[in-house]
């Protein structure tokens, strides 16, 4: 990712943070959530916060589909959260009883963590529920039209679009939607509640969404022009778009709101650990040159978000153990491993490879894989 440009992220960042801080304050006295909604006298419980996407919230499509229409959170308790939530338990610096607070969303992206409240660093949305802008190439292409991308920054749209439950209820004070960030800010400032840890997993959703966006715009370059300036390839062309777009626009975006969320956190009060989980590779064999891509996300996330945050946050890599191995078959067998592509109850139609192109969230010993992985990072970090 050496399209990056160094310290600028860190830099607007903690600008912005310092313009907020009096308004966050307020913003913090007005929250009123189901997490510190307990008597004030009573005795604080020690409560580890996991903030992210569907991987934090335990998701698999197979679960989600033998269960639907209902899809119960406690379907869903055999995430890296709740063995990391066990591993805590187990601390002898934090003993038993550590409660998780699980405000993942699956579907979740960068922007949607944050939500749209400009005093906690958040943005109105430009683009609209519907996850779909209606370009033209949209209408050309039914099977990838439709995508959340960099304008929405509506909170948790696994709730409030499709009306499924959240561990940690739901998004709503006031009548108002509520972002994961906000949830987190009130548990922290919670009287009745001592956050010794937050993990944080999102950026994936973004990738999706710039994944299909360049579909969109390859299929429609194709059928308007048969041609397109990204490859002499539909192939090659969609992949030529996704590393532009993942060099120049994705990664940069990501990184800055990964930035951002941190900082918020920090000026909320919040000084204990925080551990980011970064990003394995699920299409290396569905779609070519990912694998470098992947990598390069998270080198990124290392050196301009976690560098920035030496006091207390610290990352745990997943990419050498779920795409681990010296050859394309080894790899693969990792993917099968650890994730749920080689499931034959959710494959893709038409998918390649085949019978390998399933979903991408992690099966039991993934999960299990993560949660390994963000307890070694934990046990890392000097905010411990």
């Known amino acids: 990712m050496s399209a990056m440009n160094g310290s600028g992220v860190s830099t607007r960042a903690r600008g912005?943070?310092?313009?907020?801080?009096?308004?966050?304050?307020?913003?913090l006295s007005a929250l009123v959530f189901a997490p510190v909604s307990a008597n004030a006298l009573e005795p604080k419980t020690t409560t580890y916060v996991a903030l992210g996407d569907s991987i934090s919230f335990g998701y698999t499509q197979e679960r989600f589909n033998n269960h639907y229409p209902t899809?119960?959170?406690?379907?869903?308790?055999?995430?890296?959260?709740?063995g990391f939530a066990k591993d805590l338990s187990k601390s002898s610096e934090l003993g038993k009883g550590v409660r998780l607070v699980n405000d993942a969303c699956?579907?979740?992206?960068?922007?949607?963590?944050i939500g749209e409240n400009p005093l906690v660093l958040g943005e109105a949305s430009t683009e609209g529920y519907a996850e779909i802008e209606q370009k033209p190439e949209e209408v050309y292409n039914l099977w990838y039209g439709g995508y959340q991308g960099l304008g929405d920054w509506h909170p948790c749209k696994?709730?409030?679009?499709?009306?499924?439950?959240?561990?940690?209820?739901?998004?709503?004070?006031?009548?108002?939607?509520?972002?994961?960030?906000?949830?987190?800010?009130?548990?922290?400032?919670?009287?009745?509640?001592?956050?010794?840890?937050?993990?944080?997993?999102?950026?994936?959703?973004?990738?999706?969404a710039g994944i299909t966006q360049c579909k969109d715009e390859v299929f429609y370059e194709y059928a308007t022009k048969g041609k397109s300036?990204?490859?002499?390839?539909?192939?090659?062309?969609?992949?030529?778009?996704?590393?532009?777009?993942?060099?120049?626009?994705?990664?940069?975006?990501?990184?800055?709101?990964?930035?951002?969320i941190i900082g918020v956190l920090e000026a909320g009060g919040y000084k204990g650990p925080i551990i980011l989980l970064g990003f394995y590779n699920p299409d290396s064999?569905?779609?070519?040159?990912?694998?470098?891509?992947?990598?390069?996300?998270?080198?990124?996330?290392?050196?301009?978000?976690?560098?920035?945050?030496?006091?207390?946050?610290?990352?745990?890599?997943?990419?050498?153990?779920?795409?681990?191995?010296?050859?394309?078959?080894?790899?693969?067998?990792?993917i099968c491993k650890y994730t749920e592509?080689?499931?034959?109850?959710?494959?893709?139609?038409?998918?390649?490879?085949?019978?390998?192109?399933?979903?991408?969230?992690?099966?039991?010993?993934?999960?299990k894989a993560l949660a390994k992985l963000v307890n070694e990072a934990y046990l890392a970090n000097p905010a411990k």
Request: proline fraction near 6%; glycine fraction near 10%.
């Open 71 to 82: 899809e119960s959170p406690s379907y869903f308790e055999e995430g890296f959260t709740n």
């Open 285 to 334: 064999f569905v779609l070519g040159g990912s694998d470098a891509l992947q990598v390069g996300t998270n080198e990124a996330v290392e050196a301009y978000v976690v560098a920035a945050h030496p006091s207390n946050v610290t990352f745990a890599n997943p990419f050498p153990v779920f795409n681990a191995g010296e050859t394309a078959a080894k790899e693969q067998k990792s």
């Open 158 to 208: 696994y709730t409030y679009q499709s009306h499924l439950p959240l561990h940690n209820g739901g998004y709503i004070s006031g009548g108002k939607e509520v972002s994961q960030l906000e949830e987190a800010l009130a548990s922290i400032t919670s009287k009745t509640s001592e956050v010794k840890a937050i993990t944080i997993n999102i950026g994936s959703n973004d990738e999706l």
């Open 229 to 260: 300036e990204y490859g002499p390839s539909p192939e090659s062309a969609t992949v030529g778009c996704i590393e532009k777009a993942s060099k120049e626009v994705l990664v940069p975006h990501i990184v800055k709101n990964l930035d951002d």
């Open 16 to 27: 912005r943070l310092i313009g907020c801080c009096m308004a966050l304050a307020l913003v």
């Open 106 to 113: 699956p579907g979740e992206t960068s922007n949607g963590l």
């Open 341 to 367: 592509m080689c499931n034959p109850n959710v494959q893709v139609a038409g998918g390649k490879p085949v019978g390998k192109d399933g979903d991408i969230h992690p099966t039991v010993a993934g999960y």
